[in-house]
């Protein structure tokens, strides 16, 4: 199994709308499965993170080009752009059990 998780700087004050528009991105996409979206409750900085399970490399790279070619990710990238700062992380995490 494979995790994708990418953590977000989020501007102040707009971590909630953040953490709505990342539960909402994959509806209707056939991965993943298993999506968690993370806000940061104490902490200094404002972060969300998505993360997602994927049964292999191969489905996250499917879901990651069926993504790109998503017309609704032009639609919210500029709303995200807006409430979010430079910087996060994304990792390819290997799941053992």
């Known amino acids: 199994m494979i995790v994708n998780r990418r953590t977000f700087i989020v501007k102040k004050g707009c971590a909630s709308k953040v953490v709505e528009m990342l539960r909402k991105v994959t509806e209707g996409m056939n991965e ?57 992380t994304s990792e390819i995490l290997r799941v053992y059990s």
């Open 32 to 88: 993943p499965e298993v999506v968690r979206v993370y806000e940061w409750y104490i902490s200094p900085s404002d972060e969300v993170t998505w993360e997602a399970e994927f049964e292999s490399l191969e489905a996250y790279s499917k879901f990651s080009a069926e993504w790109m070619a998503n017309p609704k990710r032009a639609a919210i990238l500029k709303d995200f752009n807006d409430l979010t700062q430079s910087g996060g």
